[in-house]
């Protein structure tokens, strides 16, 4: 297995400033996530983020199940990294309710928290801060009571100070994420091979390099990528053109790395270059344009009766996960199927990644269910089950908690170099490292280039 480093490492040497400005985001097996920060869904008080917040929100609006509560995740941690001068007033929330809200995001669980509940609080002489309450923004507190309601509201006397994360730094770094080629019966032998590379890196990308270099562990990406895209849609066709750039550098340099440049700046206005961010939202939105490009391209091609472009993102990438909630009173069965690029599990209780897939599935009761048949409220039963697993499977370890404090998981979790998962066999080719603290750190990748690959037909 190759072990990818980015040829610099400024991410050590940062200056104060931008330590106070960024929070940095590394993953191994989990991924540490402090991303720009949101605005309040009527009135955004920082409004140069809106462009990248505002779309985030409305899918979050418009989604439903697992892929809502990720969406949400991500909203809140753009939230709790807005900057304290900007946000005078703050406001307490209760202990209880904060636990409760914290399970339903980073422990999966299905119960949402119900209304905000600040009553108990009126009823302490001297409440205690972090033991019998937390601290919130005005961003963070009125996204929470537009989504759950309730109240009341109570102002802090003053400003908190930053959290200071307890957590070491580069002592323990995670081990995680099956991400995944499956082996079969027949062969296909793929052309397009990459060398092997690194990727120079300034200021804070190394979130980028890892992702790219596990990326160009896949074959079938790297083939499209180098074989579909050319003059006549590449114009059209912006960030796999960046990405085929970056191949042909790397298959053509003498060096023994190479400086990326034009998907530097195509990511610029959504990932800014002087801050620091995260390695799975990355991926997450450079798989999702690239997609977008083929979708719209492919609908131009219909429209003039030609081939169409191959849609590699659906075809080994992306799964299908359902969810079914049962009431248990009237037996009502409520369906979501959805699509997913990456699995997010939690790491309670857990010391291997297939304990931490076996709890993501596993069947669980909701609380308070209000059932769309009957229309009263009951205990209902959440089954989860995968019913089209991708070629490439990648998990993501939720290592990372930012409400109500912000603290980063350093428990080892096992995984192994294969493993069977839903009566099918994957084997690991790529693994993202995050080493450091949620203050600062640093991204790297292994990888494993194949130089033929077996295909399940």
């Not at 941690?77 to 914290?102: D, G, S």
């Not at 980073?106 to 609080?121: K, V």
């Not at 009126?122 to 989504?147: A, G, M, S």
Request: hydrophobic share 35%; proline share 5%; glycine share 2%.
């Amino acid at each position: 297995m190759q072990q990818f480093k980015d040829t610099d490492n400024n991410s050590e040497n940062l200056n104060e400033e931008d330590k106070q400005c960024n929070k940095q985001y590394k993953t191994s097996s989990s991924i540490n996530q402090h991303v720009p920060q949101f605005p309040p869904k009527k009135a955004p008080s920082f409004s140069m983020e809106a462009p990248q917040i505002l779309p985030l929100l409305l899918q979050f609006r418009c989604a439903q199940g697992n892929n809502k509560r990720e969406l949400e995740c991500q909203l809140i941690k753009r939230l709790v990294n807005v900057k304290k001068n900007q946000e005078p007033v703050c406001y307490r929330l209760n202990e209880t309710w904060a636990l409760k809200y914290t399970n339903y995001l980073y422990e999966n669980s299905n119960t949402l928290p119900g209304p905000i509940d600040n009553t108990p609080l009126l009823q302490i002489k001297e409440p205690i801060r972090n033991r019998d309450y937390f601290v919130l923004t005005d961003t963070v507190w009125r996204f929470l009571l537009e989504e759950y309601g309730g109240g009341p509201e109570i102002l802090e006397d003053k400003v908190p100070p930053s959290p200071v994360s307890a957590i070491s730094s580069t002592t323990e770094r995670a081990k995680s994420a099956d991400i995944s080629m499956m082996s079969s019966a027949s062969q296909q032998e793929l052309p397009s091979e990459i060398p092997i590379k690194g990727l120079k890196n300034e200021l804070f990308f190394c979130y980028m390099h890892s992702i790219l270099q596990c990326l160009m562990c896949i074959q079938e990406l790297n083939h499209f990528i180098l074989n579909s895209i050319n003059r006549h849609n590449g114009q059209k066709m912006l960030y796999c053109q960046c990405y085929k750039e970056m191949l042909l550098q790397i298959r053509d340099a003498q060096s023994d790395y190479i400086k990326i440049n034009n998907l530097r700046t195509m990511i610029s206005k959504k990932f800014n270059p002087k801050f620091q961010h995260d390695a799975q939202e990355f991926l997450l939105y450079l798989i999702m344009m690239i997609e977008d490009e083929i979708i719209e391209v492919n609908k131009e091609y219909e429209k003039k009766q030609q081939p169409k472009l191959e849609n590699v993102v659906r075809k080994y990438l992306k799964g299908q996960i359902v969810s079914e909630l049962i009431c248990k009173k009237c037996k009502h069965k409520s369906v979501i199927t959805e699509e997913f690029l990456t699995l997010s599990l939690a790491l309670t209780k857990v010391s291997t990644v297939n304990q931490s897939l076996e709890e993501f599935l596993k069947d669980e009761l909701i609380q308070d269910y209000k059932c769309d048949n009957c229309h009263k409220k009951n205990i209902a039963i959440k089954k989860t089950r995968i019913t089209n697993l991708p070629r490439y499977l990648i998990l993501h370890l939720k290592r990372f908690k930012f409400f109500p404090k912000q603290t980063k998981i350093t428990q080892q979790i096992k995984f192994s170099i294969e493993s069977n998962f839903c009566n099918t066999e994957y084997k690991l080719i790529g693994v993202i490292v995050h080493s450091g603290s949620l203050e600062q750190g640093h991204y790297y990748s292994f990888g494993k280039k194949i130089t033929k690959m077996v295909v399940v037909q």
